[in-house]
């Protein structure tokens, strides 16, 4: 089920982010990833438990592009995992708007391939296939009522 999406990665490997595993498997590490950059460098500390003046951080109104990927979820997870001396990789992808189920799945296909692990190995799955939470079956809602027509 690859969608053809490029697969990107953060790891706490290398100081710099990157990782050789990822590379062989063909990923791009996240460009925008900058440890001196100011706002990974505050999560950084955060995480370290270090104490931070936020006088020296802007305000949301004043964020530049540099800030964007520090200010997501995944960033603070890192931060932490990282400072906590844990080995940890994010993986990413961008996908537009609407239907994302196969982006799901090709990010779930990316981690197997990462961990070495196989799909069609876990228990539960039938035929091979991902289990769909049930939730995605009505993602837009229901189908329209034929009758109408």
Request: hydrophobic share 35%.
């Amino acid at each position: 089920m690859s969608s053809g999406l490029q697969v990107y990665y953060l790891s706490s490997t290398s100081a710099d982010g990157s990782d050789d595993n990822c590379e062989r498997l063909g990923w791009k590490k996240l460009q925008e990833y900058n440890p001196a950059q100011r706002r990974w460098k505050y999560l950084s500390t955060l995480a370290e438990g270090i104490p931070v003046q936020q006088d020296d951080l802007p305000f949301e109104d004043e964020l530049e592009e540099e800030d964007y990927y520090p200010s997501l979820p995944f960033a603070a997870l890192f931060s932490c995992f990282k400072a906590k001396g844990l080995k940890v990789t994010c993986l990413l992808c961008y996908c537009s708007e609407g239907d994302n189920i196969p982006d799901a799945f090709h990010l779930a296909e990316a981690a197997c391939k990462l961990l070495g692990v196989n799909p069609k190995d876990f228990h539960g799955n039938e035929d091979g296939k991902w289990i769909i939470p049930f939730s995605w079956n009505s993602l837009y809602g229901p189908p329209p009522d034929m009758s109408l027509f």
